[in-house]
């Protein structure tokens, strides 16, 4: 069973700072199956990246995803006070389907 | 506009059974696989099972084979999910989400808003 764990568990940053996030897999897994959620308190998630780096409908162009192998990154270039929320990794394979790193939480500062 | 509403929700005793709906709109349903997803108050995300469109395949987290059960009515566009046994670690919002359409790449691209099981005497 392939586990995503997910770093920091908490990042505390001040709006137009960058954001670095960090999802592990514990083995080397297809970029294709790693995506990127957000969610805001009270909000269901919100689908931002997918393939690892492709960014879905709408999302600005301040997200980007990037990694393979185990180690896969989402980076926002310039924080908007509206980023500040809970940030999944998630990952699909044949057999378990889907699996969620624990999360992020990006807090202001 | 593309829209998924669950219904359903509510206050069961543990062991008692509970049946969540999922109306879809805005899309062709049938072409589409469903899944669950929920929510325990606090914790993370727990994909809990998946139907594909025409329902040939379904698939189910390991904590509620045996006492969940998926199904979708295509000509109503509406997504189930009946639950039996249940137990308190049960409890969270639950939200139906769907299914990417592409056949290379793998997530959840529109999620209703969630509903809201308590297990509790």
């Known amino acids: 069973e392939i586990v995503l764990t997910q770093s920091p568990g908490t990042l505390s940053l001040s709006p137009g700072e960058r954001a670095t996030l960090s999802c592990r897999a514990s083995?080397?897994?297809?970029?294709?199956?790693l995506v990127w959620y957000q969610q805001k308190p009270g909000q269901a998630p919100r689908l931002l990246i997918y393939?690892?780096?492709s960014r879905a409908t709408g999302i600005p162009d301040r997200f980007s995803g990037s990694g393979s192998g185990t180690d896969f990154t989402l980076t926002i270039s310039r924080l908007e006070p509206e980023d500040f929320a809970v940030y999944y990794c998630?990952?699909?394979?044949?057999?378990?389907?889907?699996?969620f790193g624990q999360g992020t939480k990006l807090e202001i500062k | 506009e593309v829209q998924l509403v669950e219904s359903g929700g509510g206050l069961v005793q543990p062991g008692g059974s509970l049946r969540l709906s999922c109306a879809a709109s805005g899309f062709t349903f049938s072409t589409y696989s469903m899944n669950w997803v929920r929510q325990a108050p606090g914790k993370g995300l727990e994909w809990i099972s998946y139907?594909?469109?025409?329902?040939?395949?379904?698939y189910y987290t390991d904590s509620v084979k045996g006492r969940f059960t998926i199904s979708r009515d295509n000509a109503k566009s509406s997504l189930f999910l009946q639950m039996n046994s249940l137990r308190a670690e049960d409890t969270a919002v639950y939200y139906c989400?769907?299914?990417?359409?592409?056949?290379?790449?793998?997530?959840?691209?529109?999620w209703g808003k969630g509903i809201a099981v308590t297990v509790s005497s």
């Open positions: 139907i594909s469109g025409r329902s040939s395949s379904i």
């Open positions: 083995q080397s897994i297809s970029s294709s199956s």
């Open positions: 998630q990952h699909y394979d044949n057999s378990l389907m889907y699996t």
């Open positions: 393939g690892a780096s």
């Open positions: 989400a769907r299914d990417s359409p592409s056949y290379s790449y793998y997530y959840m691209d529109v």
